[in-house]
């Protein structure tokens, strides 16, 4: 059918300050009235379809200029388009013919109108007033909140009415919900619910070698029970070189609000301790900060070259074949904080290790060793984590190629190299709840004065320690003495009766 088009716009303004205009059209392209109602409505549309279809309007009055807005709605809605608002701009989606997101076209505007589209049914349906949000989400993410809706959505009953549609945006974080009006203002205050700042947990973990039998001598040194090194030997040495109610320290300007400072304190001045006697070896302190209920994890380690193969060719020359591997711990922790401001972990380790790096040595034996726990702990309680223990027993043999060989004097061109190692490897995990009101800085700050009271707290330990030990060497010294006098008077009365 031949292309019609009538537009006879007049501008007149009335009481309201209204801008009218009088419009009639046949055969239209959707196409042309999205761009005549851009223009007159001064709105910009992003089209990203070639929409087909025609349109008739057919009025025997002046309507309002932003009438032509509901009338494009009215026309993309029978040809299965919807148009949703974002920061201004009206884009054009996909979408079911059933949904609107516009009140109906004001009827004071005009006294007979009509709008017929040729892509439509003959029978027309009318509809409850739907509306369209857009949310910006600012603490989670658009993709994963817009499954927990539509999990939402599923389990309701929309026998009578039709189901809320969800659209999300990554770029900009938002979510776009399209539905009646009270089912959009119910998702929208799920939303506010679940879009909240998310708590975090700063972990610090300390990865540490303990020699036990040093550990023992220095317990037997000190006066504290020592113990064998686990979880448990360690643990123990800290409760001991607490002691109980002796010490006194203000704890008053630590602002992590943490329940047993005391306990955190004992447990830093035993590692500052053993460390300082060598019977400790601090192989790294890594620390990451974790969001709540989210798994994070740390690698502490070394790459190493092994040797894999070695050939010989026909003129003696020998040709060596090697791999890089990574070796070392790996540390796994999910945090989940309590309502009672405790601290759920869940934590992996996994050490691997190879028996023999030497390079003379072909495809050596590799070995690991995991421990998988979760504990239930205080804020700025540790976990020990014992059990990773490396025992070593390598023999290396170095040698110059064929005077080794040569028989009764080849043993003066060896070298061999005994390695004899019990590598206790302990790993502590301590979590700190970030207040929501602070930030990392802070946290860091108030570790810092956590530390130089972990000093001063072993300072008065030794102290004490030691007036201890002096007390009970004098107890021992009387003692020894009044056991000699007692020895003394008894031979005197058994050889002369005094």
Request: proline fraction near 2%; hydrophobic fraction near 35%.
């Amino acid at each position: 059918m031949r292309f019609l088009f009538l537009l006879l716009v007049s501008f007149s303004l009335s009481f309201s300050n209204d801008e009218l205009i009088n419009i009639n059209f046949k055969d239209l392209s959707i196409m042309e009235l999205i761009k005549i109602t851009s223009e007159k409505t001064n709105k910009n549309i992003l089209v990203t379809n070639n929409i087909k279809g025609k349109v008739d309007f057919i009025s025997n009055g002046p309507i309002n200029k932003e009438n032509l807005l509901d009338i494009l709605r009215f026309s993309l809605e029978d040809n299965g388009y919807r148009i949703i608002s974002s920061n201004g701009i009206l884009r054009i989606v996909k979408g079911n013919s059933q949904n609107t997101i516009s009140p109906k076209i004001e009827k004071r505007n005009s006294k007979n109108k009509k709008i017929k589209s040729k892509a439509s049914s003959s029978s027309s349906q009318v509809l409850p007033e739907n509306i369209t949000e857009v949310v910006f989400l600012t603490n989670i993410e658009s993709k994963s909140l817009q499954k927990i809706l539509n999990m939402i959505i599923s389990q309701r009953d929309y026998s009578r009415s039709k189901k809320p549609s969800i659209a999300i945006d990554e770029l900009s974080n938002s979510i776009i919900l399209d539905g009646k009006k009270d089912e959009v203002l119910n998702l929208k205050n799920i939303i506010t619910k679940l879009d909240i700042i998310k708590s975090q947990v700063f972990v610090k973990a300390n990865i540490v070698e303990i020699d036990d039998n040093l550990l023992e001598n220095i317990g037997l040194k000190f006066g504290i029970l020592g113990g064998k090194v686990h979880s448990g030997g360690l643990s123990t040495f800290s409760s001991s070189l607490n002691g109980g109610n002796a010490i006194s320290i203000d704890t008053g300007s630590i602002g992590l609000q943490i329940p047993n400072v005391l306990s955190s304190l004992a447990l830093g001045a035993s590692l500052n301790l053993l460390n300082k006697t060598y019977a400790l070896d601090v192989i790294s302190q890594p620390s990451i900060l974790c969001l709540n209920n989210k798994e994070s994890s740390i690698y502490v380690g070394e790459t190493v070259s092994i040797q894999t193969a070695s050939t010989t060719t026909d003129g003696g020359t020998t040709k060596n074949s090697f791999k890089r591997e990574d070796i070392g711990l790996t540390l796994k922790v999910k945090p989940r904080i309590t309502t009672n401001n405790k601290v759920v972990l869940e934590i992996s380790t996994i050490l691997e290790g190879i028996k023999n790096t030497n390079t003379s040595s072909l495809n050596p034996d590799t070995s690991k060793k995991e421990v998988i726990t979760t504990a239930i702990v205080n804020n700025g309680e540790s976990v020990i984590l014992g059990g990773l223990i490396e025992n070593k027993n390598e023999k290396t043999i170095e040698k110059i190629p064929y005077a080794s060989d040569v028989p009764l004097i080849g043993e003066l061109f060896k070298n061999r190299i005994y390695d004899y190692r019990n590598k206790n490897l302990v790993v502590i995990v301590t979590p700190y709840i970030i207040p929501k009101d602070k930030d990392l800085t802070y946290v860091r700050n108030e570790l810092s004065k956590l530390k130089n009271l972990e000093d001063k707290f072993l300072e008065e330990v030794l102290i004490n320690l030691r007036a201890k030990k002096e007390v009970k060497n004098n107890l021992e010294a009387e003692n020894k003495n009044l056991n000699n006098r007692q020895k003394h008077e008894a031979r005197l009365k058994h050889y002369f009766g005094i």
